[in-house]
T-cell receptor, first 114, second 109 residues
Framework: EAGVAQSPRYKIIEKRQSVAFWCNPISGHATLYWYQQILGQGPKLLIQ????????DSQLPKDRFSAERLKGVDSTLKIQPAKLEDSAVYLC????????????FGEGSWLTVV | AQRVTQPEKLLSVFKGAPVELKCNYSYSGSPELFWYVQYSRQRLQLLLRHISRESIKGFTADLNKGETSFHLKKPFAQEEDSAMYYC???????????FGKGITLSVRP
């Protein structure tokens, strides 16, 4: 079974530039998550989609971060403009619909803002 | 608000020694607790969940609601257990995961 795919794996940008990350979840998984993991911390949920609708975006910095999941499959996470504190690993994850299902993670996209 | 606390950042043991990775949580409802593991250069993956009450790779974890703890234990550590371990809590129908900061387990030969 193919896992959660993410790209790019690594990105270095200057502050105030923009960046976009792409995620392809496991086929058939209705729920998609974007997590931010800053060095030395655990992953923090940014946004959760169920199909193409947003379930939770309470911790998404909406002034600079945006995410979409058109057609309820792939998703993109955008940061514009980036700040130094956005340097982190951005993890995409997916799970089947319903509570208690296992969440599967991608390998992550490493962002360094200089 | 829900919170997961992993009080230690690093645990270093010799092969064959017992291991206990601590996890405490705060949540007003009935939580579901998980341990996730990340081996070197691999993705984050589920190790075990409390409702399964199973042993995975020799690891077990018991949910203690009185002490609000979900400590991960293994009686005899192996070198291949060296990894980053995260305790996580899920609540509500949305299955949103809240993670602790994680602990690095290093098992020396």
């Amino acid at each position: 079974e193919a896992g959660v795919a993410q790209s790019p794996r690594y990105k270095i940008i200057e502050k105030r530039q923009s960046v976009a990350f792409w995620c392809n979840p496991i086929s058939g998984h209705a729920t998609l998550y974007w997590y931010q993991q800053i060095l030395g911390q655990g992953p923090k949920l940014l946004i959760q989609f169920q199909n193409n609708g947003v379930v939770d975006d309470s911790q998404l910095p909406k002034d600079r971060f945006s995410a979409e999941r058109l057609k309820g499959v792939d998703s993109t996470l955008k940061i514009q403009p980036a700040k130094l504190e956005d340097s982190a690993v951005y993890l995409c994850a997916s799970s089947p619909l319903g509570p208690g299902n296992t969440i599967y993670f991608g390998e992550g996209s490493w962002l360094t803002v200089v | 608000a829900q919170r997961v606390t992993q009080p230690e950042k690093l645990l270093s043991v010799f092969k064959g020694a017992p291991v206990e990775l601590k996890c405490n949580y705060s949540y007003s409802g009935s939580p579901e607790l998980f341990w996730y593991v990340q081996y070197s250069r691999q993705r984050l993956q589920l190790l075990l969940r409390h409702i399964s009450r199973e042993s995975i790779k020799g690891f077990t974890a018991d949910l203690n609601k009185g002490e609000t703890s979900f400590h991960l234990k293994k009686p005899f550590a192996q070198e291949e257990d060296s990894a980053m371990y995260y305790c996580a809590l899920s609540s509500g129908a949305n299955s949103k995961l809240t993670f602790g900061k994680g602990i690095t387990l290093s098992v020396r030969p």
